[in-house]
């Protein structure tokens, strides 16, 4: 179980330093927009932090800011920009959830459930998928008449 929690702590620093890569457009433009754009970058800081302190709270606040990512900055409409944006949070957050599943019932009951959401969520994604496929044909049949 160690490792587990190990590889969540990486791969939410990880996250967190992959998106704050995204502020540095801002530093052109003053240190005002420096710090709006790095507003997605303290929200996960500070979920790390609760996560490496309280495991199965920090992981529900990223399977929680998983959905968000997706909604919010609609990922939804692309793959490749859902698994690099919304898909990590959520991947992090079952391996924190994961880390205090052998501990106790009520964790175990949390992970059941945390499960079948994550299955909600990539049903989610794999909608979209088909969706964009339709759209596809849809103006793909309206340029041909």
Same mark, same amino acid.
């Given at each position: 179980?160690?490792?587990?929690?190990?590889?969540?702590?990486?791969?939410?620093?990880?996250?967190?330093?992959?998106?704050?890569?995204?502020?540095?457009?801002?530093?052109?433009?003053?240190?005002?927009?420096?710090?709006?754009?790095?507003?997605?970058?303290?929200?996960?800081?500070?979920?790390?932090?609760?996560?490496?302190?309280?495991?199965?709270?920090?992981?529900?606040?990223?399977?929680? &800011?998983?959905?968000?990512? !997706?909604?919010? #900055?609609?990922? =939804?409409?692309?793959?490749? $920009?859902?698994? *690099?944006? /919304?898909?990590?949070?959520?991947?992090?957050?079952?391996?924190?959830?994961?880390?205090?599943?052998?501990?106790?019932?009520?964790?175990?009951? &949390?992970?059941?459930?945390? !499960?079948?959401? #994550?299955?909600? =969520?990539?049903?989610?994604? $794999?909608?979209? *998928?088909? /969706?964009?496929?339709?759209?596809?044909?849809?103006?793909?049949?309206?340029?041909?008449?």
């Amino acid at each position: 179980m160690k490792w587990i929690q190990t590889a969540a702590r990486v791969l939410a620093i990880l996250f967190v330093l992959f998106i704050s890569i995204f502020a540095l457009d801002a530093l052109t433009k003053g240190i005002l927009a420096l710090l709006m754009h790095l507003v997605p970058t303290f929200i996960l800081a500070t979920a790390t932090f609760m996560a490496w302190k309280r495991p199965t709270l920090g992981g529900l606040v990223f399977l929680i &800011l998983g959905l968000v990512f !997706t909604f919010w #900055f609609s990922t =939804f409409r692309d793959p490749i $920009v859902f698994l *690099l944006i /919304s898909f990590p949070p959520a991947l992090i957050g079952f391996l924190f959830i994961n880390v205090k599943v052998k501990e106790n019932t009520l964790a175990k009951f &949390l992970f059941r459930f945390l !499960t079948m959401c #994550f299955v909600i =969520f990539v049903a989610t994604f $794999v909608g979209s *998928l088909l /969706s964009i496929g339709l759209g596809v044909q849809e103006k793909l049949c309206i340029s041909r008449t």
